[in-house]
C-alpha cells in the first residue's frame, strides 16, 4: 500500500500498475526499468506535454493522416499505460494496430492481443517473419503490417529496430521521453512526450486536421529543432532546481 | 536473450540480473522501476565517477569512520546490485547494516539477508519498531540499529525517509544518481553517483584516511555545491548530445 501523502504517490501508483501487468506477463521485467527511466527523463521535462511536443504531435497526426499503410507499433509498456488511447487513436487515424515486442514471446503476444482487444482496438494477426535486418526477435514483425507500412509510429522504441525502420524506407514517428536516445535521434520524426499524454494530441489532430493542414503540417517539421527545444527544456528545468 | 550487438547491452544485462532478483523476492518489482529511474540520470552525468562525486565519496568514508554508531541502510536494489561491495565497506568502516525497506515483508527481508550473508555481510537483527515519524512501513527499523545510529549510510532512499532521519539528528549520506532528488535535498551529504561505483569509493577512502585526514573532509563539504556540480554535468552533457 502506497500512502496517499507520499509526495510522489501519482507516480507511485503507475508504477504499481505496471508492476500488476507484469505479473501479468503483460509487461516484461525489463520494460518495468525501461518505464523507470522514462520517468526520470519526464520528470525533467516537468510532466506536462511543452511547447514542441504539442507541434510534434501535430506533425504526428499529419503523417498518419497521408500515409497510404499507416501502422501504429504497440509494445508491453504501451498496452498496459493506454489501451483505451490507442484505440481511440486507430479510430481516428485508420492506422493498423500490430503487437511488437522487443521480448518477445507467443504467450505475451496473445496477453497484449486480447488486452488490446478488451479495450476496443482491431489487433493484426498472422505469422510474424524476420523482415528486419536485426539479431534478436525484435526482427520478427508481420508482412501485412509493420513489413509493408509506410508510417509506423512507436511509442516507447528500441533505437536499434528504429533505425532499421528507416533505413528501409519507412517514416518512423517515436514517442519517446529521452530525447538524447538513438531511438529519437533516428526516428523521422521524435515526440518527446509522455504516451499517455502523446496519444490523444496525436488523436485530436487526427480529427481536426484538414488535408492542407496535414499537407503542411507533415513537412514543416524539422527533428534536430525538435529534439533541441526538448533538451532547452531540461536545461531551464536544471537551472531553477537547487532555487 | 539480449543481442551481444546490442549497444546498451551492458545495462540491458544489469536489467536482467535485477529482472531475476525480482522473480526470486529480492527487489520488489517496483524497484526494477526505480532502477530505471537512476539509470536515466547515470546516462545523463556520463556513466562514470565524476570528480565532485568522487569528493562526497571521501567525506562519506570520512563521516563513517568519525561516526560513534555508523549503520548502513540497506535495500533490495542495493542487496542485488552490490552485496560484496557491502561486505567490504562493512569490513572497513565498521559500520552495522540494516535490511530496511520501502515495500517492507517478513520473507524480503529474510531473502535479502540471506542474499547479504552469503556475501560476508553481518546483518543486524532483531525486532522492527516504528521508529521514524512516517506513515506506511517505512517508519520501520531497528531500535539499535538505524534507530540508534549517528551516521547512516543510505543507498538509493526514499526522500520522505531520508528528511525523517535528519530531521532526528542524524547524518545521512545518501547515494542517489538524481541531484534533483528530495532524497538528494534532504540529504546531509549526497553521492551522485551509481552505488556499484560509489561504495568502492568510500572503502577504499576508509582504508586510507588518516584521523587528521578524516577529520578534515568530514566537514569540509558544501551539500549544495555537490549537486550544483552534478547538475552542471548534465548541462554539459546536453550540450553535445547533439554534436
Known sequence: ????????????????????????????????????????????I??????????????????????????????????ALAPDSIALLQQASNAAVEVNLFHRTDERIRKITSLLEKHGVKVLKGEAERLLPLSHDRAFCLREGIGSADVILVPLEDGDRCRALTEMGKTVIAIDLNPLSRTAMYASLSIVDEVTRALPIITQFCRELTKEEAQLFSAGYNNRELLRSAIQEIHSRLDHALD
Open 1 to 44: 500500500m502506497i500512502p496517499q501523502d507520499h509526495p510522489r504517490f501519482r507516480s507511485l501508483k503507475v508504477r504499481e500498475h505496471l508492476a500488476r501487468c507484469a505479473e501479468e506477463g503483460i509487461l516484461s521485467l525489463e520494460g518495468l526499468t525501461a518505464h523507470g527511466r522514462g520517468e526520470a527523463f519526464d520528470y525533467l
Open 46 to 79: 516537468g510532466e506536462r506535454t511543452t511547447e514542441s511536443a504539442f507541434r510534434a504531435g501535430r506533425s504526428a497526426a499529419a503523417l498518419l493522416l497521408l500515409a497510404k499503410k499507416p501502422v501504429i507499433s504497440v509494445n508491453g509498456n504501451t498496452a
